[in-house]
């Protein structure tokens, strides 16, 4: 059971759509995370985020646009992506920064 | 930023024995993360271990932080264990920075 729950599993889109991916967790957490795991490269962190407030951003191309309403959900936004941007996003949470962090199950992203 | 090499790049193993994987990185960190990705994609945190000796069940780890490495083991290892294994230390409270994985592989 895995208490980060990321919607949708999979998303495909071209390039000129806009649409927004959900992560949410279950776990009282107060930090959250977006990540970006492509073929081959390590995993990117993109975003941080800590009592609802953007601590970190990690040089995210702007097309890429994150929103945390609330301790427990995170978004991503997506417009205007670039086929090099299909990869799986995956979302993270901790209780605090720098405790053990626990991920989603990801949101696999294609890019026609 | 920290650098982190991990080894081996790829491990097979039958099922039964036991296995090492390694961490170096290139600073000191306050945060040291250990992970399991299994065939399906799903992350799972085997350990919080910015220094010491941890063990859950057949895995342990050990982080010697002042010789910047940190060490998995895999005893009795079993077929579910397949899969990559990230290593990721941290610097900064929030920013953990993945190295490139062990691949194991567990065959029966």
């Known amino acids: 059971e895995t208490g980060v729950t990321q919607t949708p599993r999979h998303l495909v889109m071209g390039m000129t759509n806009k649409k927004s991916l959900k992560c949410e967790q279950h776990l009282g957490h107060n930090a959250m995370y977006w990540y970006k795991q492509s073929a081959k490269k390590p995993l990117e962190l993109m975003f941080v985020y800590s009592l609802e407030e953007r601590v970190e951003n990690n040089s995210v191309p702007s097309r890429f646009s994150p929103e945390c309403p609330n301790s427990s959900h995170l978004f991503l936004h997506l417009h205007t992506l670039q086929p090099e941007d299909s990869a799986l996003y995956l979302c993270?949470?901790?209780?605090?920064?720098?405790?053990?962090?626990?991920f989603g199950d990801g949101t696999r992203l294609s890019i026609l | 930023g920290i650098q982190v090499e991990q080894s081996p790049p790829d491990l097979i193993l039958q099922e039964g024995a036991n296995s090492t994987l390694r961490c170096n990185f290139s600073d000191s960190v306050n945060n040291l993360q250990w992970f399991h990705q299994n065939p399906w994609g799903q992350l799972i945190n085997l350990f919080y271990i910015p220094s010491g000796t941890k063990q859950n069940g057949r895995l342990s780890a050990t982080t010697v932080a002042t010789e910047r490495y940190s060490l998995l083991y895999i005893s009795s290892s079993q077929t579910t264990d397949s899969g990559v294994y990230f290593c990721a230390p941290g610097g900064g409270f929030q920013k953990l920075v993945f190295g490139t994985g062990t691949r194991l592989l567990v065959s029966p």
């Open positions: 993270a949470s901790s209780q605090f920064l720098d405790q053990p962090q626990h």
